[in-house]
T-cell receptor
């Protein structure tokens, strides 16, 4: 079935360690996104990529890094520079532009990161 | 910058009754998408309904309908005949432009409880 797969679902990290969250899609979507969700804060944009080998910072990019070497994959690295990394992370994708596009984002099931 | 405001952090409704969730947004654009997403306890984001700003007719999906007031920049969600499975976080979101792979801007969400 087509969809977005995020892994791991739960992750624990010690302070000072980098960690990478995986996001893979088989929907043939051009664009991919990473959002962070905290209680009472809604979803805040970390990074997004509209095409392979290109990505843009979102509202809260500090302490995070991404790569987009393949259309299907958009991994997110939470670095030790991120001061408060404990959160729920959601990856999403969307199809091409134009009136044929439905405009919506398709989401993975999320990854819960806890820093000990 | 575009912003989305959900003024009701929490709402409750009796089973089989109707409830309306509020959403306002700020934009200077005329052509854009608006969405309501549902996030149940599983945390999977599910699209409930979408509205294209150039369409004057309010979108409807079964028991879910919207009241889109473009001049007032208001986009409320009405849930009729509420069911226990409707209990979830609901997020309002905005996307500009209508075409193009730009990120969604989300509100902070409304937690809906359904009372049996």
């Amino acid at each position: 079935d087509g969809g977005i797969t995020q892994s791991p679902k739960y992750l624990f990290r010690k302070e000072g360690q980098n960690v990478t969250l995986s996001c893979e899609q088989n929907l043939n979507h051009d664009a991919m996104y990473w959002y962070r969700q905290d209680p009472g804060q809604g979803l805040r944009l970390i990074y997004y990529s509209q095409i392979v080998n290109d990505f843009q910072k979102g509202d809260i990019a500090e302490g995070y890094s991404v790569s987009r070497e393949k259309k299907e994959s958009f991994p997110l690295t939470v670095t030790s520079a991120q001061k408060n990394p404990t959160a729920f992370y959601l990856c999403a994708s969307s199809m091409g532009s134009g009136r044929a596009s439905t405009g919506e984002l398709f989401f993975g099931e999320g990854s819960r990161l806890t820093v000990l | 910058a575009q912003t989305v405001t959900q003024s009701q952090p929490e709402m409750s409704v009796q089973e089989a009754e109707t409830v309306t969730l509020s959403c306002t947004y700020d934009t200077s654009e005329s052509d854009y998408y608006l969405f309501w997403y549902k996030q149940p306890p599983s945390r999977q984001m599910i699209l409930v309904i979408r509205q294209e700003a150039y369409k004057q007719q309010n979108a409807t999906e079964n028991r879910f309908s919207v009241n889109f007031q473009k001049a007032a920049k208001s986009f409320s969600l009405k849930i009729s005949d509420s069911q226990l499975g409707d209990a979830a976080m609901y997020f309002c979101a905005y996307r500009f432009p209508h075409s193009g792979n730009t990120p969604l801007v989300f509100g902070k969400g409304t937690r809906l409880s359904v009372i049996a």
